[in-house]
């Protein structure tokens, strides 16, 4: 079955960096599109990055632009968030699923608290 496990969260310090890691199961990962996703407190879950399976094209939120970057290795079935330059509004559980119309099940997610 489709499965994904996201780790790499924690707490920083504004301006801080942390690797986000996504390792997926249950499928054929090469074959698809990754997309990082993160929920506030209180809000709907948002898009954050996507790269497509081929290419390795990625796309960003103008939120992130600049300061995030996705990636990923078919090898590792593992689709990856370097985090950089850190805000406090970056603070949200962050997770990784196909796109909506090949939506596996969510993973528990990794939190991310950006703070002093």
């Known amino acids: 079955q489709v499965q994904f496990v996201e780790s790499g969260g924690g707490l920083v310090q504004p301006g801080g960096s942390l690797r986000l890691s996504c390792a997926a199961s249950?499928?054929?990962?090469?074959?698809?599109?990754m997309i990082w996703y993160r929920q506030a407190p209180g809000k709907a879950r948002e898009f954050v990055a996507s790269?497509?399976?081929?290419?390795?094209?990625?796309n960003y939120a103008d939120s992130v632009r600049g300061r995030f970057t996705i990636s990923r290795d078919n090898a590792k079935n593992t689709v990856y968030l370097q985090t950089n330059s850190l805000k406090p509004e970056d603070t949200a559980v962050y997770y990784c699923?196909?796109?909506?119309?090949?939506?596996?099940?969510w993973g528990q997610g990794t939190q991310v608290t950006v703070s002093q």
């Open positions: 790269i497509t399976s081929l290419t390795s094209t990625t």
């Open positions: 249950g499928f054929t990962f090469k074959d698809f599109p």
């Open positions: 699923n196909r796109p909506v119309k090949y939506q596996g099940p």
